[in-house]
């Protein structure tokens, strides 16, 4: 928990922690963060469409996530009247023979980027992550937005991603202490694979 969490927000993520893999309501900004249904996938890609655009697919976390479906547990939309207004799915990766997971992507839609959505999606993800029994999670992004959460380059320092990547955007988090410890070595995708017998819109990976 971050220190400077709305007191409204901490209250409901002690909730989620003592009962289980409950929903999380901030009262003032009133939305609700629940796990991703099947019914969720084409409202999600449109949001991931407006948020980045096709440029999502060029990504190098990308390579980690394609054909491949995201870890079991750990996808989740934030709703607002019945709407989709932001999500957050987790991914299996191995890293230096060292399983753990990969954030991302998380977007928010841009008329409700002030109303704490995305720290609540990241907050509730990482909870439910260490739930699962997960031991550590890793992500490329803004590195002072992401160390209000614990993030930081020193975990990732001796892992490679594969392909480009700004070192000071290559972060990680231990969700249990020296679960990285000694990782390094090239970072690959350890998730499920997508099934050919899958419905189309099931393959997507971001």
Not at 121 to 144: C, F, Q, T, Y
């Amino acid at each position: 928990m971050v220190s400077h969490t709305l007191p409204a927000l901490a209250a409901a993520i002690a909730s989620v922690a003592n009962s289980g893999f409950g929903l999380m309501r901030p009262g003032s900004a009133g939305f609700r963060v629940r796990d991703e249904r099947p019914r969720d996938v084409e409202a999600r890609e449109a949001l991931l469409d407006r948020g980045f655009g096709p440029a999502r697919f060029t990504k190098t976390s990308e390579r980690l996530r394609e054909g491949r479906l995201p870890a079991e547990g750990l996808s989740f939309v934030a709703v607002c009247g019945g709407a989709i207004v932001g999500t957050l799915r987790f991914w299996s990766i191995e890293a230096g023979r060292h399983p753990s997971l990969l954030l991302g992507p998380l977007a928010v839609e841009s008329a409700y980027r002030s109303a704490g959505i995305g720290r609540a999606l990241i907050e509730h993800g990482l909870k439910r992550a260490g739930k699962l029994g997960h031991g550590s999670v890793m992500l490329v992004g803004d590195a002072p937005y992401y160390a209000r959460f614990g993030f930081s380059a020193a975990p990732v320092s001796r892992l490679v991603l594969p392909g480009p990547v700004d070192p000071a955007r290559f972060l990680g988090l231990e969700l249990v202490p020296g679960a990285l410890a000694g990782a390094s070595g090239r970072v690959v995708g350890a998730g499920l694979l997508v099934s050919r017998r899958e419905p189309e819109p099931l393959r997507l990976a971001a």
